[in-house]
């Protein structure tokens, strides 16, 4: 196990070496996100679930790559192909750690969504499709990437993968992809009408979404819809056009990554309480590092149409706390639990840091910025 | 120098062949490790001797009926590279301790390159012939006893069938053009002033051929039932065999004689007045819907692989219609990829033992007991299919780049493509009891699995380098630009 | 705080409402002797929340205040505290919700007065809506007050209604129709918010009567005269924007319910010196305003006369009335159960179930066909095609 997680770092930090010497001054500040991301996934594995099987890693570090190449292309089809690239492996590991189910395979894998993803995103291949059309493909396709966990929400056993690697990497995939997508190779259309009611739409099937999570009973699958929420909130912050959201929209893909991954698999303890705060932190409850990105993410804005959409994230945010409203701890029974160790206390000092981060919503993006530019500028 | 020099790699086979003819005289035991061995040294000789050939700039050595060019040079390595993969991964074979089926199949890949190098139309028919009895002959000698004579039989029989049509050809060319050699024959046609009935059927018989030899569907039927029995290696290596021998036949014969590039622009345009080029498509469409629905409707497993590694060649067929330059060099690298394709297949499938009869019921949950070999399997597939990030996507993305209403049915084929992969992918981790690996197969099998796994898939990302081979592979057709 | 407060001292409105949270927190540790940290950290919280000149960053601080108190209620209470503490959680966040809205949403005006009048409903009333703070520590009534009083005037204070007068008879309506169920300390915060929108002044002079709150000792009277001069001052100013039997109407009706609660009004037992003690507090807070605050004395005219009178006459009635039938006093029962239903028994097609079952093996048909497909005469088959294709080209 430890000669994994060794290999599976030098291969994770050379990588990323590699990527950032090779980068132009522009894309190196990607590769930085990439890293802290699938760095992030890394470090937080309190399960040690990656370095469980070889091929795990093996996956892994090549999603991990497909997005390195991604984030350095020079064309919009190239980057489409790699970010297929790495969804279509994200889908494997969906399949290879999946517990065992039954039924009718392709309606109820993940593996059906990141098909339909390069279906779409070969489709904009066609010459003769107008611009619009072209954009539909692409936002239909980053929906996709955003809900792949959806498809599988009525498999036996998937609320497993709540809190998972699977669900990370599929958020760092889908996000680090969107995030690119809108700042470098978004047409000019999408901020345009009737483009621009995305700002509305999206979360608007984010809300849907949300109320649809009421209905299922078991807290761990509502948790995969939150997180798939969570991807489309990254993409439609970052499509605002606003500098600050996007740099919100940075931050809530490297907080929801992070988060999943500390996110406690077993039912809580209410002796432990550090835990419980783990635990209620991968919520966005205040007090926790998704509440400050949300409050960022939701900053005042002067354009109507973020602000009705901004309104409807904090509905579809509230539904999920809702879930709140009938929690009940069960009485204590001996479960075998892996101790408390310095992951853990990493988790709970990132988790508390981030936390802290509101008090300087004033200044924290003229800061992000700064970094932004130094990066690119070292490089 | 002489370019006698061209048989080389053919001699070694040969030499290859008498060597194995020559223990199994000599020792009247034939050992399989010794037998191994030297099919292996064989082909890699020959390999190495090919890649030595191909001079820079690329010539064209045209002697008495031979060729070496670009494309023929890619091929030929490629039947050399795939004969190489087949017979390391016959290493672990329960069949292969018979020296027949050693001495028949280095006679498949030798006959095999007489067909991609030679110059003239009845050579290559005499060539395929040989291709054609000598793999079912390998093929029966890896059967029960009892099918052997059916096999042979058969084999006899789709010999002489694809004989005949090929001799009709060699026939009609002769009379229509006075020339078998494929340069002259297309000197004639630019000369013009040709009767079009002759020629059409010319034409015809040419797509026919490829068709059959490539496999498409429903065009199958060279190889027939004698691959439902014999090994993997065998039943998908020669599969692949005759695939490249059918795409040559495509190129060499169709494309490269019936079409010429047009001026200015950076495609090709058909010579005769029946566009070569359309027929082509149509052939390659109906193998895009037909080549995954077949597999997918098939449950057997070898049944349904032995179609769906056709897809990559479909696919590149499909690419190569449209007869862009841009296009063709990509289409023609997808020949490279294939290869790699095949041999992961055996590899991974050999590991995993499957009976003649396996069904997809046998598949169910396989990826919890030997998860390696399973996703090498699917991960080949997903090549194969074109899934991104294999080389196969990128080709796709190119060809619908192409403003052509048949896009539509290459996306079908994603489509169903795709459904097959997700098919077995899905049922692979279906079921069964979670975390309950036995590893059954041992770390170089793993290492082995890994190093195809990983040229395939810096093949897919590092797609320019091996883009530039096929494009620089048809530069002397087209010329300099 | 102090720091701010004497940066911000031009700004009585500032000033004041720290000064009223000190006075409360003083009654409280007088009282108890005690105080818990995370109560600390809440009270901290809801101080910034007064201080704070933007909505977002009140609203903010309100909710970690919230969250502190809950972990106060978590951490030390029993098996069934703790899982109420974390449902807490989710209702102190519905009763911020409506703000929120209106904040993103870029309301003004009367909207915004609106929504955020919805919020301070949910925060104070403990009627319709079960308060979630209601429920816990029944013994202290400062959390009661950090979460409903506090929290109600950090939102309500940030507000100028110098440009809408008719909230102040349109939220003593309001307050009217919920004290119907709610308790009288709710009742007299909700008259100081409605005084508020007279004049700041007046709002913190009414507000300097809630340490008084904090104990409730026999001093908690004066709260009962206070709730009627903030009545009669609010009535006084409805004439001038709403007709005058309308003012008339409003301000009997409204007399008649508002003094119900305090008609049931039970002080806590305590001694003397605490009495005097929370007197004195509120009665510097008092002194302190009217010294330092500009103040116009109010005329109470005949509409303020008419509530005042109403409500006298209420009281005393309903004391008497009180011994033989007290159930027309006592508070309405509030809604039971959650705001947003629990889904017991969820859409059986939602559960989690296993799929269809696919047959995996080969069919008969199949496998013919497929035999077909590989077997010779497929071959000629094709080859007839192919003559066709030959005739018909020859052709």
């Known amino acids: 196990m430890r000669l994994r997680i060794i290999v599976a770092s030098v291969s994770l930090i050379l990588s990323s070496a590699i990527a950032f010497l090779l980068a132009p001054s522009s894309r190196a500040p990607w590769v930085i996100i990439g890293l802290l991301c699938f760095g992030g996934i890394l470090l937080f594995d309190i399960y040690n679930q990656l370095p469980r099987r070889w091929m795990n890693l093996v996956i892994f570090l090549l999603t991990y790559a497909l997005i390195l190449c991604a984030v350095l292309e020079n064309t919009a089809e190239a980057f489409w192909r790699d970010f297929a690239g790495a969804l279509f492996f994200t889908s494997l590991l969906f399949e290879q750690n999946s517990k065992p189910w039954s039924g009718f395979g392709p309606l109820r894998t993940t593996v059906t969504p990141a098909l339909i993803f390069l279906m779409l995103i070969l489709a904009q291949s066609v010459p003769s499709l107008p611009p619009e059309l072209n954009y539909g493909f692409s936002l239909g396709a980053i929906i996709i990437a955003a809900y792949i966990e959806l498809f599988c929400i009525f498999r036996e056993n998937t609320a497993f993968n709540a809190g998972s690697f699977m669900s990370a990497l599929r958020i760092a995939c889908a996000g680090l992809g969107t995030l690119f997508y809108s700042s470098v190779f978004i047409p000019e259309i999408a901020r345009q009408h009737p483009f621009n009611l995305m700002n509305i739409v999206l979360p608007a099937i984010a809300a849907i979404v949300a109320l649809f999570s009421i209905f299922l009973k078991h807290w761990r699958r509502r948790q995969i819809l939150f997180y798939c929420n969570w991807s489309l909130f990254i993409f439609w912050a970052a499509l605002s056009g606003e500098t600050f959201r996007f740099y919100a929209a940075i931050g809530a893909l490297v907080a929801g990554v992070w988060t999943i991954m500390m996110t406690d698999h077993e039912s809580a303890n209410p002796q432990n309480q550090r835990e419980l705060y783990l635990k209620l932190s991968t919520w966005g409850v205040p007090g926790s590092f998704l509440f400050t990105i949300i409050i960022f993410a939701l900053s005042p804005t002067t354009d109507d149409l973020v602000r009705q959409g901004s309104a409807l994230w904090l509905l579809s945010f509230f539904i999920y706390w809702s879930g709140l409203r009938s929690f009940v701890f069960q009485k204590e029974r001996t479960t075998s639990k892996p101790e408390w160790d310095w992951r853990r206390s990493l988790a709970l000092v990132v988790t508390l840091v981030g936390a802290s981060l509101l008090a300087g919503i004033r200044v924290l993006p003229g800061i992000f910025s700064e970094i932004w530019n130094q990066v690119g500028g070292v490089r | ?390 080389y196969g996507s990128f080709l796709l993305q190119k060809t619908l780049s192409i403003n052509s209403s048949f896009g539509v049915v290459l996306l079908l084929n994603m489509v169903l493509s795709g459904f097959y992969v997700g098919r077995l992918l899905t049922l692979a981790f279906h079921g069964g009891t979670a975390d309950s690996s036995q590893p059954t197969i041992s770390r170089t099998q793993k290492m082995w699995f890994a190093a195809q796994f990983i040229i395939l898939i810096f093949m897919g990302i590092f797609w320019q380098p091996l883009y530039k081979y096929g494009a620089y592979s048809i530069r002397q057709f087209f010329g300099e630009v | 705080m102090g720091y701010f407060v004497w940066i911000r001292s031009g700004d009585p409105i500032l000033w004041g409402g720290i000064a009223i949270f000190l006075a409360m927190t003083l009654s409280e540790v007088f009282e108890k002797r005690t105080i818990e940290p995370f109560t600390v950290l809440s009270a901290l919280f809801f101080a910034q929340s007064l201080l704070a000149q933007n909505i977002g960053v009140v609203i903010i601080c309100i909710a970690f205040g919230d969250m502190f108190l809950n972990v106060e209620i978590f951490s030390g209470g029993e098996l069934l505290e703790k899982n109420r503490a974390i449902q807490n959680i989710c209702r102190s966040l519905f009763s911020l919700l409506p703000v929120t809205f209106g904040v993103l949403l870029g309301l003004k005006g009367h909207y915004f007065i609106f929504i955020m009048s919805v919020t301070v409903m949910l925060r104070l009333f403990s009627w319709p809506f079960p308060h979630w703070i209601s429920e816990e520590k029944k013994d202290s009534a400062f959390f009661n007050l950090l979460v409903s009083a506090v929290s109600s005037f950090a939102l309500w204070r940030g507000q100028d209604f110098s440009t809408f007068p008719e909230w102040a008879i349109i939220w003593m309506a309001i307050t009217a129709l919920l004290s119907l169920g709610a308790q009288y300390t709710e009742v007299y915060i909700s008259m100081s918010l409605g005084a508020f929108c007279i004049s700041p002044t007046y709002g913190l002079l009414a507000a300097a009567m809630w340490p008084l709150l904090v104990c409730r000792g026999k001093s908690v009277y004066l709260v009962a005269l206070f709730s009627a001069i903030a009545g009669a001052l609010i009535s006084e100013a409805a004439s001038k924007v709403v007709i005058e039997n309308t003012v008339y109407v409003l301000s009997g009706l409204s007399a008649l319910i508002l003094a119900r609660p305090f008609v049931s009004l039970k002080p806590e037992v305590r001694t003397w010196l605490n009495e005097v003690r929370d007197l004195l507090l509120s009665v510097i807070l008092f002194g302190l305003f009217v010294y330092v605050l500009p103040i116009q004395v109010p005329v109470i005219g005949p509409f303020g006369g008419t509530f005042v009178g109403v409500f006298i006459l209420t009281y005393i009635i309903g004391v008497v009335l009180y011994s033989k039938r007290p159930k027309l006093f006592e508070p309405l029962q509030g809604l039971r159960g959650p705001l947003i239903p629990d889904l017991t028994e969820p859409l059986s097609s939602l559960n989690e179930k296993a799929g269809w079952q696919i047959n995996l093996g080969e069919g008969p048909l199949s496998v013919k066909f497929y035999r077909a497909l590989e077997s010779e005469s497929h071959l000629i088959w094709l080859l007839g095609l192919l003559g066709v294709a030959l005739y018909w080209g020859g052709r």
Not at chain 2, 300 to 310: A, W
């Open chain 2, 1 to 390: 120098m002489s370019s006698y020099h061209l048989l080389l790699p053919q001699c070694t086979i040969l030499i290859g062949v008498l060597v194995l003819a020559l223990f199994e005289i000599v020792d009247k035991k034939f050992h399989h490790r010794q037998g191994w061995i030297v099919h292996v040294i064989a082909l890699s000789l020959a390999f190495v001797q090919q890649l030595l050939l191909y001079r820079l700039p690329a010539s064209l050595f045209v002697t008495g009926g031979m060729i070496l060019d670009g494309t023929t040079q890619l091929f030929s390595l490629c039947v050399l590279l795939l004969s190489i993969l087949i017979q390391i991964n016959r290493q672990t074979e329960k069949y292969s301790s018979q020296s027949q089926t050693s001495i028949l199949t280095l006679g498949v890949t030798f006959f095999c390159l007489f067909a991609i190098q030679s110059n003239r139309v009845l050579f290559s028919v005499i060539s395929v012939l040989g291709m054609i009895w000598l793999a079912h002959g390998a093929l029966a000698t890896e059967t029960k006893l009892k099918e052997e004579t059916n096999l042979i039989y058969s084999g006899i029989i789709r010999g002489l069938i694809f004989l005949v049509v090929g001799v009709l050809l060699s026939i009609l060319c002769i009379s229509v053009f006075g020339e078998s050699q494929m340069d002259e024959i297309q000197r004639v046609i630019v000369r013009g002033r040709l009767r079009q009935p002759p020629v059409f059927a010319i034409e015809v018989l040419i797509l026919f051929l490829g068709a059959l030899v490539l496999g498409v569907p429903p065009f199958g039927g060279i190889l027939g039932r004698a691959r439902n029995h014999s090994s993997w290696s065998l039943s998908l290596g020669l599969t692949g065999l005759f695939a490249i021998v059918g795409t040559n036949i495509f190129v060499r014969w169709g494309l490269l004689v019936f079409t010429r590039p047009a001026i200015g622009v950076l495609e090709l345009e058909p010579l005769t007045t029946w566009n070569i080029l359309n027929v082509i498509r149509v052939i390659s469409v109906t193998g895009l819907v037909l080549t995954p629905l077949l597999a997918i409707l098939n449950k057997n497993i070898r049944g349904s692989f032995l179609f769906f590694i056709l897809n990559p060649f479909v696919q590149a067929l499909f690419a190569l219609s449209f007869g862009q330059r841009e296009i063709l060099g990509g289409a023609i690298a997808q020949v490279v990829v294939s290869v790699i394709i095949i041999g992961l297949l055996i590899s991974s499938i050999q590991a995993l033992e499957f009976s003649p009869t396996a069904t997809l019921k046998e598949w169910m949950a396989l990826g919890r007991t030997d998860m390696v070999a399973c996703l090498s399997i699917i991960l080949a597939l997903s090549s194969a299919a074109g899934l991104a990030p294999f």
